[in-house]
């Protein structure tokens, strides 16, 4: 019987679960971006009006 290389393995599937979350971080960095510009501009519209 071949034994199989079980820490190898672990430490490939850590990685891939690992660049999976960065690539999610990745694609939300933008929304999260898009959102907080907005809310600023919100902000400023209500503070301009205000005075």
């Known amino acids: ?3 199989w290389n079980h820490k190898g393995q672990n430490l490939i ?3 891939m679960v690992a660049a999976l979350i960065s690539v999610a971080v990745v ?5 999260v971006y898009r959102s ?3 809310t600023q501009q919100v902000i400023q519209e209500e503070f ?3 005075q």
């Open 36 to 38: 907080v510009q907005a």
């Open 48 to 50: 301009k009006a205000s």
């Open 13 to 15: 599937e850590y990685a």
């Open 1 to 3: 019987m071949k034994k």
């Open 27 to 31: 694609a939300m960095s933008t929304y």
